[in-house]
């Protein structure tokens, strides 16, 4: 089955600076990669996505980028605030519709003022 | 919208005792899902329906657990007897049949003692 990776479990950086986030995959199938943000004491919320047959997408501040061939995508976060500080996870799916999603371990992201 | 609506947040229960989390999906949405997460192990998948049916349970870890779902605006996850090893955040998510996106409700955190 789907297996996702993601480094590094935990991440400091210094408010204005970027934060990045990876994550490999290992079935070559999957199309769909969201990325949700999980913050104190809520459920994890869907902040980005994108789906296989794009390379990179941006929303503001947000970015992910994608490449199959090395099966891996990557979060980026340009000019972080405090507020970025939460758990990060991402995940992959294989079906176009709805259907199991497989969460990698999360990333602890923490911005220091 | 309300968003996914989980009761109840908080429960404290002793070992031995049958334990009900509830779950009302988005207006719409025709896939519901049941996740744990721990420290240990991380947001795993228990269970998801499409249209009522269950359709991947192969993440119930024991028969002490049950979930149903009798309409399309209710579902319930039943664990019985609890044991402490289950004290865990529980989290129910939708999304609508055609798309990939899930949102998750407040989660439920369960206690054990």
């Known amino acids: 089955g789907e297996n996702v990776e993601q480094h590094p479990s935990t991440l400091s950086v210094q408010e204005g600076d970027s934060a990045v986030i990876k994550c490999t995959y290992s079935?070559?199938?999957?199309?769909?990669f969201p990325w949700y943000k999980q913050e104190l004491g809520k459920g994890p919320q869907l902040i980005i996505d994108?789906?296989?047959?794009?390379g990179e997408k941006k929303d503001q501040r947000i970015a992910v980028t994608l490449n199959k061939t090395a099966k891996h995508f990557s979060l980026h976060i340009t000019e972080t605030q405090p507020e970025d500080s939460a758990v990060y996870f991402c995940?992959?799916?294989?079906?176009?519709?709805?259907?199991?999603?497989?969460f990698g371990s999360g990333t602890r992201l923490s911005i220091r003022p | 919208d309300a968003g996914v609506i989980q009761s109840p947040r908080h429960e404290v229960t002793e070992m031995g005792q049958e334990v009900t989390l509830r779950c009302k999906p988005i207006?719409?949405?025709?896939?519901l899902f049941w996740y744990r997460q721990t420290m240990m192990r991380g947001l795993e998948l228990l269970i998801y329906?499409?249209?009522?049916?269950?359709?991947?349970d192969s993440g119930m870890p024991e028969d002490r657990f049950s979930a149903k779902m009798p309409n399309a605006s209710f579902s319930t996850l039943k664990i019985q007897p609890s044991e402490p090893r289950d004290s865990a955040v529980y989290f129910c998510?939708?999304?609508?049949?055609?798309?990939?996106?899930?949102?998750f409700g407040p989660g439920t955190r369960l206690t054990v003692l």
């Open positions: 998510a939708t999304s609508a049949w055609d798309r990939d996106t899930q949102y």
């Open positions: 079935d070559s199938a999957s199309n769909y």
């Open positions: 994108i789906r296989s047959n794009v």
């Open positions: 995940a992959a799916s294989k079906d176009s519709s709805a259907s199991k999603i497989i």
């Open positions: 207006s719409g949405h025709n896939s």
């Open positions: 329906f499409n249209n009522n049916v269950p359709i991947d």
